[in-house]
């Protein structure tokens, strides 16, 4: 859930995606490239880090992995519906298999999470997720949220991420921000049940991200940055790019109007989204025909502050180039 990270302050509000080793409250973690089942050396890394960071060192280590009669773990069911379910039945089914499937406290992030990746690589690891069953942490239950919500029409998903200040550090935190019929509310996975799931019943933006901040609050957080993007789109196969970072507020230089009204410009953006056609998804003969993904350079982020902010009607870009999805092979 808080990922601390050392270095300077801007270094810090940019993740590398490419660092083996981050850093979770305080403590490295690392994450697992390679993907399902685990190659020998990242099984055997993630032991001698288990061993290093739990109380218990190597003594559960070798308990754990000698030990012959270990209890057989129930896996979740993927929930299912009833067509007068309703929708917030609906997201709290979603948020109970969320919470299932447990926080990952090993050490090591087993699925792999490019935010650069296009919606439908992303929702091919989501279904991944759902067939191993096995612990994750925030960033991947938000791509797994995604994933269970892309059926449902009248729920609109984007992602809501944090930025907080404790004992000299900075800790990284995200959800899957929702809104239906005029409400807000999260889906997502944390150490804390008050900084992920909170129901359909937030009149405003504002509302939700206050109901946050009291959360922080509550564990002698201070809020320091709040990071909002664009709508998600409902397509699975589609090949744009999640916004992650349409809005960038910092909370500890706006007053609580200046908040108040940025969050307000930011919710009427995302209302001018709906209804836009999304860029075609391939047919299925061109995605089987595609092959890997190429990163192309990414646009600097304009932060907005009291000196400058993003007016309401403009949008950054997403346009994929078309090296990018040729590029691209759909997993079956």
């Keep these: 859930m808080l990922r601390a990270t050392v270095g300077s302050a801007e270094e810090r509000d940019e993740e590398d995606e490419g660092e083996e080793e981050l850093r979770d409250g305080g403590v490295p973690f690392y994450v697992n ?13 993630m032991w001698r880090h288990v061993a290093r960071i739990h109380p218990g060192g190597e003594v559960l280590a070798k308990e754990i992995r000698g030990a012959t009669d270990l209890p057989k773990i129930p896996v979740p069911s993927v929930p299912s519906y009833q067509p007068t379910t309703t929708i917030p039945q609906r997201l709290e089914a979603i948020q109970k298999y969320i919470r299932e499937l447990q926080y990952n406290h090993t050490g090591t992030q087993f699925f792999e999470i490019k935010k650069s990746r296009p919606l439908t690589a992303l929702m091919d690891i989501a279904k991944e997720m759902t067939r191993e069953a096995l612990p994750i942490k925030c ?4 791509i797994l949220a995604i994933h269970l919500t892309n059926n449902m029409a009248g729920v609109e998903r984007f992602p809501l991420s944090f930025k907080s200040h404790f004992s000299g550090n900075h800790f990284y935190h995200i959800v899957l921000g929702v809104h239906s019929g005029g409400r807000f509310g999260a889906l997502g996975m944390s150490r ?3 900084l992920m799931f909170k129901p359909l019943e937030f009149r405003t933006l504002m509302d939700l991200v206050q109901e946050f901040e009291g959360a922080y609050r509550g564990y002698w957080h201070t809020l320091r940055k709040i990071k909002i993007g664009q709508y998600v789109s409902h397509d699975p196969h589609s090949v744009e790019q999640i916004e992650w970072k349409h809005s960038i507020l910092d909370v500890d230089k706006l007053s609580k109007e200046e908040l108040r009204k940025e969050l307000e410009r930011h919710t009427r953006d995302m209302r001018l989204k ?4 999304a860029p075609p998804s391939p047919t299925k003969d061109r995605r089987n025909s595609m092959g890997s993904p190429l990163k192309g350079p990414g646009s600097p982020i304009r932060r907005i502050s009291r000196v400058e ?8 870009g997403l346009e994929q180039k078309p090296s990018d999805i040729n590029g691209y092979q759909i997993r079956v």
């Design 192 to 194: 804390r049940d008050d």
């Design 139 to 142: 960033l991947e239950a938000v």
């Design 309 to 316: 902010r993003r007016p309401s009607g403009e949008k950054k």
């Design 274 to 277: 709906i209804g836009k056609p």
């Design 33 to 45: 490239r390679g993907g399902l089942p685990m190659d020998e050396e990242t099984w055997e890394r």
